[in-house]
């Protein structure tokens, strides 16, 4: 048989080290010319191999594809659009497989989290009945670090390192001057439902007393007298106190925090954002001067102060997705595993992935202490290895120096177009 | 005479570099022991002037006083605590003669902004009125940059290159996910009256169409009609729009777009923030998904990615401000002279206090393109090299390392205690 093509899609939310991960599988299929043909990237993800808009990555140097390595964000676009189920659009999957079959595609690696893994499994399922097999290959992705299967995900590494400094600077900060000024200082960080990043936060207390002195875990019912009592003995142990939230706090009753509090003036629009109802709530009682921030994209697209552990993890699992599918695996995922904590050692895996498709991990109870208000022992020994080791990109006049690709898109050959 | 010892007290919200202004100070005057005698700080500021809370800074090893120098924050303490006129209380200006000397302080070095540079300005009028004369220094401090006299602050270059990274790495995160995600992306940034920060954000766009498309400074009142049109026009034309705003943003009357907008659900409590009043707007708009990030502190506190040029310059000042007071001077600030732009080269220069306090440079027209919608070719021109250069602080465990000292405090030898 000649050989075949291959396409890579970025899917979801992006992260500092995704691109790290396509550099891996580019880098991987250059070297394996005999087995594997061209890369063909989804155009923003699915939606352009859905819609038969692909770009053509041999028309990249070597330079720049290397230098994906260290270009946050999403190199080729991503998108959130999750495919249906397979009786509900068998459309879309069928789809996929014309738009395969017209590109001579054999292998096909999509790089995501729950709802990308899912979609590769039914990819798979459904080019074996439609009898023109393609070697799936899931690829782990999200900053959330909510996949199950897999010690921890890529571009999670990143993020944490990223709130953990964050944390350890403003604390200093908020330190030197609480005696007049600031005394309360809320950081909001990502997490819908997983408590990872705000975990990582908890990093930089590295002594007693040290900030962050508080977590909000979504996964724990936020407690409002609980919280403020522990405010106010922080700030009469420690002269300040500093917060971390995630943006999925929920009230007892499951509710968002972050839909309690705002509303404009008018009050219709939601607004958004946690940490200033929480900052609101500790000067209303207090009366401490309080500051708040939002991290938002800034923490998931800090490549200047990536981890280098998550680069690296980040380009193994796209080396060893492309090493997978020449060897012939179908409807797998590589994945990290932990042989050791201290020193810290990984080696690849590999899963299946429809173990891993559609669930979350959430942070175990035991990696929180047993107040629920900050990370265990047991927590740190997890984490800390995944922020070592720093790996910044080359600057120029000051600032980083990020790939831009060209793009290039492929001559269509489908005569269907295909609406979404 | 006998050598005489020094005073050295930080003033107002810390930055990433004034550890390094501190670190100047201290290793300049160790290079001078047969001039001056003991570096001393005030804990917390001038506060701990006037209560004769002093910390001996000979305590510290050369090694901890170097590692100030990529240390953020206020070492000793800072403090937001502005003296009051001589007419009004001149029992503060005596006392602070008084704790000179007790401690026999020949030389008072403040480092901070506008206020601090007419506070050092009135304890040199008042030392010489007394008959107990001492050598005022003032050291420009602030991320502001809007002291006049110097052609930049220190504090100022490391803030602007935080924003411009962040702005950087954002325009990629949002570029990348458009399509169906997130069109419009807003950064709040400090700035209360002076559009400095926000100006550095433009830094981040290079070439045409790049992040970000709009800045918002405090100097122009806010037109909400022309913003949405740019809005829509750049989003029609890219794609997506980011937006850098000044937390001081006014509307055509001068009212704080931050408080026209947001209230807790019970409409009582300020909350804070302009970002999500500006992204309300546009969502309300135009329905655009929106996404906001407020740096606050993280900004000021990020010494990671601190610009080399400010930490020089930082030093610089501190360095310098020992030399003047050994050669005698008094009521003079040590500022920044740029010679040349183009290869960037700048020197030390002395302003008189009495020209610097109580006043405050903005953001000049001529820095703003036509519609004031972002920074022109001159803009660029003087802030580019304020941001050169990179100078991390050393890692471990995957955090930067920085240093806490042990802030010995001196015995007490005044009598009496002093109220604030």
Chains 1, 2 share one sequence.
Not at 48 to 57: A, H, K, P, Q, Y
Not at 125 to 131: A, M, R, V
Not at 359 to 365: C, D, G, H
Request: proline letters at 4%; charged letters at 25%; a positive charge.
């Amino acid at each position: 048989m000649a050989k075949r093509n291959a396409i890579y899609a970025q899917s979801g939310g992006v992260t500092a080290v995704i691109n790290a991960t396509a550099c891996g599988v580019i880098e991987t299929a250059r070297r394996h010319r005999s087995q594997i043909g061209k890369v063909y990237a989804g155009r923003d993800g699915i939606i352009g191999v859905l819609t038969e808009d692909l770009i053509d990555t041999s028309k990249e140097t070597p330079a720049a594809i290397r230098a994906l390595r260290h270009t946050p964000a999403g190199a080729f676009g991503s998108c959130r659009y999750k495919l249906k189920g397979l009786e509900e659009n068998r459309a879309q999957y069928e789809r996929l497989i014309a738009v395969f079959k017209a590109h001579n595609v054999g292998y096909f690696f999509y790089n995501g989290g729950n709802d990308s893994a899912d979609t590769t499994w039914k990819v798979s399922q459904i080019s074996e009945k439609l009898g023109y097999p393609v070697n799936c290959i899931g690829i782990p992705k999200t900053v959330d670090n909510d996949l199950v299967g897999t010690d921890n995900c890529p571009g999670f590494g990143s993020v944490a390192k990223y709130v953990a400094t964050g944390m350890l600077e403003t604390g200093y900060d908020v330190a030197s001057m609480a005696r007049t000024s600031t005394k309360v200082f809320v950081l909001e960080v990502m997490g819908r439902n997983a408590g990872w990043i705000t975990a990582a936060c908890g990093l930089a207390a590295q002594r007693e007393g040290d900030a962050p002195h508080i977590l909000l875990f979504p996964e724990i019912a936020f407690d409002a007298e609980k919280f403020l009592a522990r405010v106010e003995a922080v700030v009469k142990e420690h002269g300040f106190c500093t917060v971390a939230v995630s943006e999925g706090l929920k009230d007892a009753n499951g509710k968002l925090m972050l839909e309690s509090g705002l509303s404009d003036a008018f009050g219709h629009a939601q607004l958004g954002g946690v940490a200033p109802v929480i900052a609101a709530m500790v000067r209303k009682r207090f009366g401490y001067r309080c500051h708040w921030a939002v991290a938002d994209y800034l923490q998931r697209a800090a490549r200047h102060i990536a981890s280098k552990t998550d680069v690296q993890q980040a380009y193994a699992v796209g080396k060893a997705a492309v090493e997978l599918a020449i060897k012939g695996r179908n409807a797998v995922m590589p994945v990290i595993v932990r042989k050791s904590d201290r020193p810290y050692k990984w080696a690849i895996g590999v899963a299946e992935l429809k173990d891993i498709a559609n669930r979350e991990k959430t942070l175990p109870r035991d990696f929180m202490t047993d107040d629920c208000f900050h990370i265990s022992a047991k927590g740190r020994r997890y984490l800390a290895p995944l922020i070592q080791g720093e790996d910044p990109p080359p600057f120029k006049n000051g600032l980083p120096v990020y790939v831009r690709l060209k793009n290039v898109a492929v001559k269509k050959k489908l005569k269907e177009a295909f609406s979404l």
